[in-house]
């Protein structure tokens, strides 16, 4: 889904107890506080209760799974902060999250030269995996598709299934999954006989964006564009609504539950990217092991589905490598194939990317988000 100097007031937590003798140290980054809280929380959970799970049943190589885990408070200076400490300090064999394209790129440096995995849980931009010369980041690897993928499918959903002759956008200029997503989707639609009638930006940290929305609106658009994340997109749809804009709205893996908070019923007619539905079966028990657990409904459920999935995909490599020393981990997970996970089957590409993984489009309606379509472009 984000500059630098700080004291270092990040947090440890142990999302594990501390087990005596030989543990596997898993280190995890969650955006705990921050604009992005809400997918942070949902994140730490689903990690929990994987672990719990995987020590219940004598853990990885006869070793208990320890995790530390710390808050980067969805800000890029924290995120590098805590990714040297678990690389340096706390000597982890990986880390884990978080879903934020602009926080995983801050922090791949130190990964790479610390020789540590990382497995992001939902950053979706592809210099997450990939540099700016197109070289592969060796130590660097996802569990979800890219925003490529995802501008491809919103695309062809705005212009073949919504009938969208004109679209606009209103993104957030400061993130780089906002700006990708944007950019990417321009390219499809474009493509598929679509135009783009405004294009407006705002942000991170905006809250008004009525002077954006009041250009928009005068251009008639068939169809608005929110590629954005965290709490300025409920705010965004909230304002399209009040101020007239009645089309459907789309956007990408932004949404969350916690958005019919801020927007009430404006969500209703807008469309979102899933990387999962909700109604899948293979899905139901895992839901109710959260409510458990958390004591709540799981909202943001793509997170909760990537990062319970990320520690059993890592769990995979470690037992594949019969260790884990970091680097040997790392070309195990290089090698991902065919691998059997709670919401999809696994199989790396040659840029630490999933392979030909479906998308979802989600639709808002009555409180909620719903299936409505399956994309494979």
């Given at each position: 889904m984000?500059?630098f100097m700080?004291?270092?007031?990040?947090?440890?937590?142990?999302v594990?107890?501390?087990f005596a003798?030989?543990?596997?140290?898993?280190?995890?980054?969650?955006?705990?506080?921050?604009d992005?809280?809400a997918?942070g929380?949902?994140?730490?959970e689903s990690?929990?209760?994987?672990v719990?799970e995987i020590?219940a049943?004598g853990g990885?190589?006869g070793?208990?799974?320890?995790?530390v885990?710390?808050d980067?408070?969805t800000r890029?200076e924290d995120?590098?902060?805590?990714?040297?400490?678990?690389v340096?300090?706390d000597?982890?064999?990986?880390?884990?999250?978080?879903s934020?394209s602009?926080?995983?790129?801050?922090?791949?440096p130190?990964f790479?030269?610390?020789k540590?995995?990382h497995?992001?849980?939902l950053?979706t931009?592809?210099?997450?995996?990939?540099?700016e010369?197109?070289k592969?980041?060796?130590y660097?690897?996802?569990?979800?598709?890219l925003?490529?993928y995802?501008g491809?499918?919103?695309?062809i959903?705005?212009g073949?299934?919504l009938?969208a002759?004109?679209?606009?956008?209103?993104?957030?200029?400061?993130s780089?999954y906002?700006?990708?997503?944007r950019?990417?989707f321009i390219?499809s639609?474009?493509s598929v006989g679509g135009?783009?009638?405004?294009d407006?930006?705002?942000?991170?940290?905006?809250?008004d964006?009525?002077?954006?929305?009041?250009?928009i609106?005068?251009?008639?658009?068939d169809?608005?564009v929110?590629?954005?994340?965290?709490?300025c997109l409920?705010?965004?749809?909230k304002?399209?609504r009040e101020?007239?804009i009645k089309?459907p709205?789309?956007g990408?893996?932004?949404?969350?539950?916690?958005?019919?908070?801020?927007?009430g019923?404006?969500?209703n007619?807008?469309?979102?990217i899933s990387h999962?539905?909700k109604?899948?079966?293979?899905?139901k028990?895992?839901?109710?092991?959260?409510?458990?657990?958390?004591?709540?409904e799981c909202?943001?459920?793509?997170?909760?589905?990537?990062a319970?999935?990320?520690v059993y995909w890592?769990?995979?490599a470690?037992?594949?490598?019969k260790?884990?020393?970091?680097?040997?981990?790392?070309d195990?997970?290089?090698?991902?194939?065919?691998?059997?996970?709670m919401h999809a089957?696994l199989?790396?590409?040659?840029t630490?990317?999933?392979?030909?993984?479906?998308?979802f489009i989600l639709?808002a309606?009555?409180?909620?988000?719903v299936?409505y379509k399956?994309i494979?472009p």
């Amino acid at each position: 889904m984000r500059k630098f100097m700080i004291s270092l007031l990040l947090v440890m937590m142990l999302v594990t107890p501390v087990f005596a003798g030989n543990t596997i140290k898993v280190g995890e980054i969650a955006t705990v506080t921050g604009d992005f809280a809400a997918y942070g929380v949902a994140e730490v959970e689903s990690v929990k209760m994987a672990v719990k799970e995987i020590n219940a049943k004598g853990g990885i190589l006869g070793k208990k799974v320890e995790v530390v885990m710390y808050d980067c408070r969805t800000r890029n200076e924290d995120m590098v902060n805590a990714a040297r400490r678990l690389v340096q300090q706390d000597k982890v064999c990986a880390v884990i999250g978080p879903s934020g394209s602009g926080l995983c790129i801050a922090a791949s440096p130190v990964f790479n030269s610390g020789k540590v995995p990382h497995l992001g849980t939902l950053p979706t931009n592809p210099k997450v995996t990939v540099d700016e010369k197109g070289k592969v980041r060796p130590y660097n690897f996802r569990i979800c598709f890219l925003d490529p993928y995802q501008g491809k499918v919103l695309a062809i959903f705005a212009g073949k299934d919504l009938k969208a002759k004109k679209a606009a956008i209103l993104y957030d200029v400061s993130s780089d999954y906002s700006q990708g997503l944007r950019d990417f989707f321009i390219k499809s639609y474009k493509s598929v006989g679509g135009k783009i009638v405004a294009d407006e930006g705002h942000r991170g940290d905006d809250v008004d964006f009525r002077a954006q929305l009041t250009k928009i609106a005068q251009t008639k658009p068939d169809v608005l564009v929110i590629p954005t994340m965290g709490k300025c997109l409920p705010l965004a749809v909230k304002q399209a609504r009040e101020m007239g804009i009645k089309v459907p709205i789309i956007g990408g893996d932004g949404y969350g539950d916690f958005m019919w908070e801020i927007a009430g019923n404006a969500m209703n007619n807008t469309y979102w990217i899933s990387h999962v539905a909700k109604e899948d079966p293979a899905l139901k028990n895992f839901f109710a092991k959260y409510k458990k657990q958390a004591g709540t409904e799981c909202q943001e459920f793509m997170n909760a589905v990537m990062a319970y999935d990320c520690v059993y995909w890592l769990k995979a490599a470690i037992e594949k490598a019969k260790s884990d020393d970091p680097v040997k981990v790392r070309d195990a997970l290089e090698q991902t194939k065919g691998l059997k996970l709670m919401h999809a089957t696994l199989t790396m590409d040659p840029t630490h990317d999933p392979k030909d993984k479906d998308a979802f489009i989600l639709e808002a309606k009555n409180g909620k988000a719903v299936f409505y379509k399956k994309i494979r472009p």
